[in-house]
């Protein structure tokens, strides 16, 4: 094993994009200390990093384990390839941001600086080897999504989504902790995820009543992160009170640092414990179903959103109940796709905000009228998330069904096929109101929630950045399952080998 305290320190091992991000933040930080508003090399700059970030992650590519000063033994690139999906994130939410924050008069490089900073902390939470880096990176990321949440200060809806969020949140966070504590005590004194495994096993505690609890509280604090069903209270009064960038962001990030974190803790206590395979299938099946017949009866479209969340993490944890490498990179596959189909249908909705003020389903109605691009876009997001063909959600479905199936959960794969078709219900009902007639919104005036006519401050063309997101989005989301089989591929190649 090679040692990552000499040049490597920087190169080889995954601390220089989190140093790309850290420098981005000081940037960020002396551009909003120094200027006197907002300025236009907020966006550059963050989108810089990312994209720097993002190239450094593929130039380190490896396939031999290093070790790093602050994330411990890396033996493959899964953490990569999380620490990808989160800057992939980033870079499809920073014009959201950007043009979203400039037609409602916010602070743009204040709202930048907070997303670069739980994009930073999710990265380090994805490759985290310890309970103390596990925890930090968590909070960090955590916490800036609390101040992201409370940036719209003059909408009640948006203080009170906060307040929910953060409560519940710290809530989740003690009972997480709680359960480090456990496996703390019980390993010995060790904060090594593989110290505290070689604790457990000369200990003779793998198996004890206290290691069941530890695993119980550890499952509720991430289960809360990804909102899988009963802890998934906050994900629809959140969605609906905050900002819909900051949603978008929320929606996707979150999980994707959860399910780092998920893989790595559930994988190295599997051969030890079957309780949360059997709790973790039960969570799912709630998602499924709850998540998609709740969505029916929902009147806008970011609480419908909300529970269609709910419902895909569920399909989600598919693939991570299965255990093994394809069941892993099903897994990660369909996250990728869950996060253009995902983005690009905030996007829209963010898009259809800033012209009419409203996110209410009924007044979508008539939309394909007014708006053609914005309604055909939406309405490949919906079916991809339907899982209709030839969308990248249909291929995402078909292979996290068939791993699943393989690895004999029967069960689960039906009544994850039963809620599809269930939701497919509930997309084409709002599908139908966007190519029908009716009295939607008028798209000729850009208005926030209280109906004020906004200026625009941006150098470029309104909501030109929304749009580029938007698209680049909706392609990916249509194009890349007819790709799939060179995503898989590398996907199950580089996991756990």
């Not at 990093?49 to 384990?65: A, D, K």
């Not at 960090?140 to 307040?163: H, I, K, N, P, Q």
């Not at 909300?306 to 255990?323: D, E, R, T, V």
């Not at 029967?410 to 599809?420: D, E, P, R």
């Amino acid at each position: 094993m090679e040692s990552g305290f000499d040049l490597r320190f920087l190169y080889g091992s995954t601390i220089l994009p989190e140093c790309i991000l850290i420098l981005g933040l000081i940037i960020l930080l002396a551009i909003d200390l120094t200027s006197e508003g907002d300025t236009y090399w907020s966006y550059p700059i963050s989108l810089t990093g990312s994209v720097t970030g993002i190239m450094v992650l593929f130039s380190q590519w490896r396939g031999e384990p290093i070790i790093s000063l602050l994330c411990g033994p890396q033996t493959n690139t899964c953490d990569d390839i999380f620490q990808f999906l989160i800057l992939l994130c980033l870079i499809l939410c920073a014009p959201l941001f950007t043009e979203y924050f400039q037609c409602t008069e916010m602070a743009v490089t204040e709202s930048l600086f907070f997303a670069l900073a739980a994009t930073l902390g999710g990265m380090f939470l994805c490759c985290a080897s310890d309970l103390v880096t596990i925890f930090v990176a968590l909070e960090c990321s955590s916490l800036c999504f609390y101040l992201l949440s409370g940036c719209t200060s003059r909408d009640v809806r948006s203080g009170e989504a906060t307040m929910k969020y953060l409560l519940m949140g710290g809530t989740s966070s003690s009972i997480l902790v709680y359960g480090f504590s456990w496996l703390y005590g019980l390993s010995g004194g060790e904060v090594q995820l593989w110290g505290i495994l070689n604790g457990l096993v000369e200990s003779k505690m793998q198996n004890s009543e206290g290691t069941s609890i530890a695993l119980v509280c550890i499952m509720v604090g991430i289960a809360f992160k990804l909102s899988l069903v009963p802890f998934h209270q906050w994900t629809p009064d959140v969605y609906e009170g905050l900002p819909t960038p900051v949603v978008a962001f929320l929606s996707v990030t979150s999980k994707v640092a959860a399910l780092a974190l998920a893989t790595r803790i559930f994988n190295l206590f599997a051969p030890f414990s079957d309780e949360w395979h059997l709790l973790l299938e039960i969570l799912a099946i709630l998602s499924m179903i709850l998540g998609n017949f709740i969505a029916i009866a929902q009147t806008s479209m970011k609480r419908m959103l909300a529970y269609s969340s709910i419902s895909q993490i569920g399909y989600i944890m598919i693939g991570l109940i299965a255990g093994n490498p394809s069941g892993y990179a099903s897994m990660l596959t369909y996250t990728l796709f869950y996060i253009f189909v995902n983005l690009g249908a905030f996007a829209s909705i963010a898009l259809f905000g800033l012209r009419t003020g409203t996110d209410s389903i009924r007044d979508c109605a008539g939309l394909y009228g007014q708006d053609p691009l914005l309604a055909l876009c939406l309405t490949l997001c919906l079916l991809s998330l339907g899982g209709f063909p030839p969308l990248s959600g249909f291929f995402g479905k078909l292979y996290l069904f068939w791993c699943g199936w393989q690895a004999g959960l029967y069960l689960l794969v039906s009544i994850g096929l039963v809620a599809s078709v269930i939701s497919i219900y509930c997309y084409l009902k709002i599908i139908k109101l966007l190519m029908g007639g009716g009295h939607g919104g008028e798209l000729d005036t850009p208005r926030t929630g209280d109906d004020r006519i906004l200026s625009f401050s941006s150098p470029h063309t309104p909501e030109s950045l929304i749009e580029l997101s938007m698209m680049l989005c909706v392609i990916a989301s249509t194009t890349l399952g007819l790709i799939m089989n060179p995503i898989t591929t590398i996907a199950r190649d580089n996991i756990f080998n």
